[in-house]
């Protein structure tokens, strides 16, 4: 009888535990969504007429909706940080509108970007006629979102749901304006349930290198390793060789941008430096296009963001060709062609590339990198910031204004430090020309940015009103007689290819061999690709890093730039300033002397964050062209300004 009841009592205690087990397994395996919610209110819009075009502008408008053709109508960008690989399950929202306004006369649309100065620059303000004509509200909708995966100012692996909201939405065929009173987003969201990962090494960067360029890197790991950034060596064909993780990935490329996946997910990197040119360490191609034909054809163009954007917003690899076709970032043109590519473009490791090709810059590189890092700090020379524009486009086509476009940014940039010397090399002033540029120079600067016109041979502007003769021509040929050794600044570029470290002799044969003497040809239409892929042995932003002078690091566009001309919102401010290129390069000043981010890496992807959470990069192929095509060349992990 005790045994029957010492079995009856098991057997209930057996259940009971199975009981408990089954519901706390239940507990562990459903994940439980969460809620957040943001909501505006909004003012009434202020409308403005011109002779030929009205203006609206919002008072809570973060920036406005600039795509060419379309109407220029106020925006408000939200982005909110989520857990890494989290799901929006949903977004209810409630709105109030205010009464329907009418407006005497059509809104203006957007400019479009102008790249380059030609004899007949092309009309830059046109209406899109399908766009004008349809008899519905425009944008279609009152907000839009987009998820993507990134590092935050806290290099924390963040899933970014930014939310553009549509205040006014405009019917061009009634001309009415409905404008927003207020809106309530509910955002639903499942947070991921794979748990934090356990690493067994640490590193902060790695360095992938050519195989013979490894040897002469070991000094710098070791620098790196004694400040606190521990640092490991990557020969390429340990890569491709399966030495650490297994390859995958359908060529070179693929299996790089794995093994950087693979390694962020098992030693918790941060940085990653690629030492070696365009073929030591093959570059990816994106295929977005900004035209087809004509004036600025540019079928494709070298993006090491490829590299760097390793995660989708929901956690997935970012392959860059979702469609599998083999060609990457695939974006054709004309306008209103869809992306056949969906990519993300947010930064999941700060990525930056010593584009060397022979031994000696690798040795020059290291030298000049340990030098800055243990001299720079607390120097007299590191204050200086050397500024250089001048007029970049003819006011014929800024629609009433007449700014001198370079000169406006590095003046907007100069207002982000007013800790250091500003040295203002501008054609205003008549003291910019190849002299004073490499005089300046010579003498050291913390800061070094260059707004105007480019290739991959060399730099210039214009004087105001005068754009058959350049001013201030720079090339990559004066550069070597730099004599600021051990005192290099950060130099940024605006302007066309200076970055575009894929440049080679070959590029002449190949032109040639495509496009005939087109390749040499400039007219009202067209100008030939040796104004863009020319035979340059190295590009013009990588020979200013590896001089013995010159700089530290550089970021400029690999392609065709971009830049907003006149004063089109009618904000009474640049525009040349508010989007595109000018933008790009004069956050980065503002996010370092600022907003106190000081790790080169770090502060360069920050600004590729802040640009892809405040312009509409997924619908806008400008916008992303100024993404994929801006590339960082020296050490990610540079502290800027050296170390105490």
Request: aromatic content about 12%; charged content about 20%; glycine content about 8%.
């Amino acid at each position: 009888m005790k045994k029957k009841s010492f079995l009856v009592i098991i057997s209930i205690l057996a259940t009971l535990l199975f009981v408990v087990g089954s519901i706390q397994a239940g507990i562990t395996q459903k994940t439980p969504t969460k809620n957040t919610t943001i909501s505006y209110q909004f003012s009434q819009p202020t409308i403005d007429t011109t002779d030929q075009y009205t203006s609206i502008h919002l008072a809570e408008a973060t920036g406005t909706r600039n795509i060419a053709g379309e109407p220029i109508l106020p925006l408000v960008m939200r982005t909110i940080e989520l857990p890494f690989g989290s799901t929006i399950k949903d977004i209810s929202y409630q709105i109030t509108t205010q009464p329907q306004t009418k407006v005497s006369l059509k809104i203006t649309p957007a400019a479009q970007p102008v790249p380059f100065l030609t004899k007949q620059q092309p009309l830059t303000t046109s209406e899109n006629t399908a766009l004008y004509t349809n008899d519905a509200l425009f944008p279609t909708t009152w907000f839009s979102t987009r998820l993507t995966a990134g590092l935050n100012k806290q290099n924390i692996q963040t899933s970014f749901l930014t939310i553009q909201i549509n205040p006014v939405r405009y019917n061009p065929v009634q001309n009415i304006i409905q404008s927003l009173d207020s809106i309530t987003l509910d955002i639903t969201y499942e947070p991921p349930t794979h748990r934090a990962p356990s690493y067994t090494d640490t590193y902060d960067m790695i360095i992938i290198c050519k195989d013979s360029y490894a040897r002469l890197l070991q000094p710098l790991v070791t620098h790196k390793n004694t400040y606190g950034v521990q640092t490991k060596l990557i020969p390429v064909s340990d890569i491709y060789d399966g030495t650490f993780f297994p390859a995958q990935g359908r060529d070179k490329q693929e299996q790089i941008k794995y093994f950087i996946k693979n390694a962020k997910e098992t030693w918790n990197i941060t940085y990653v430096m690629l030492v070696g040119n365009y073929a030591q360490v093959p570059a990816r191609y994106s295929n977005l296009e900004t035209d087809t034909g004509g004036l600025y054809e540019e079928l494709r163009f070298v993006s090491d963001l490829y590299y760097a954007d390793v995660y989708n917003g929901n956690g997935s690899f970012a392959s860059w060709d979702t469609d599998n076709d083999g060609l990457y970032a695939e974006w054709p043109y004309p306008e209103g062609h869809p992306q056949e590519d969906y990519v993300d473009m947010a930064p999941d490791v700060h990525l930056a590339r010593l584009a060397c090709m022979f031994k000696s810059e690798v040795r020059t590189m290291v030298d000049k990198i340990i030098t800055y890092e243990t001299t720079a700090a607390g120097s007299e020379w590191f204050n200086r910031m050397v500024v250089v524009g001048g007029d970049t486009f003819d006011k014929s086509i800024e629609g009433g204004t007449d700014y001198n476009e370079g000169e406006e940014a590095t003046a907007q940039a100069l207002t982000y430090m007013p800790g250091f010397t500003a040295i203002k090399l501008w054609t205003t002033l008549g003291n910019l020309s190849s002299e004073t540029i490499q005089t300046e120079i010579s003498k050291g600067c913390g800061f070094l940015y260059f707004c105007g016109h480019g290739s991959p041979k060399s730099w210039a502007t214009h004087n105001n009103g005068d754009y058959k003769n350049w001013t201030g021509m720079y090339k990559n040929t004066m550069m070597k007689d730099l004599t600021n050794t051990g005192k290099y600044p950060i130099l940024l570029v605006g302007g066309c290819h200076n970055s575009e470290f894929d440049t080679a002799p070959k590029n002449l044969l190949l032109g040639f061999l495509k496009e005939g003497f087109d390749y040499f040809e400039v007219n009202d239409t067209w100008f030939g690709s040796y104004y863009k892929y020319n035979y340059a042995l190295e590009c013009w932003s990588w020979v200013f890093v590896k001089v013995k002078g010159g700089a530290i690091a550089s970021t400029g566009s690999s392609g065709f730039g971009g830049v907003n001309v006149g004063d089109y919102n009618h904000d009474e401010i640049a525009d040349c300033v508010q989007g595109l290129d000018g933008w790009f390069e004069c956050e980065f000043f503002r996010l370092y002397n600022q907003e106190n981010i000081t790790i080169l890496g770090q502060t360069n992807d920050q600004v590729y964050n802040g640009y892809a959470q405040n312009f509409p990069i997924d619908t806008y192929r400008y916008d992303a062209k100024i993404l994929q095509t801006h590339i960082l060349l020296g050490d990610p992990s540079l502290k800027i300004g050296g170390y105490n």
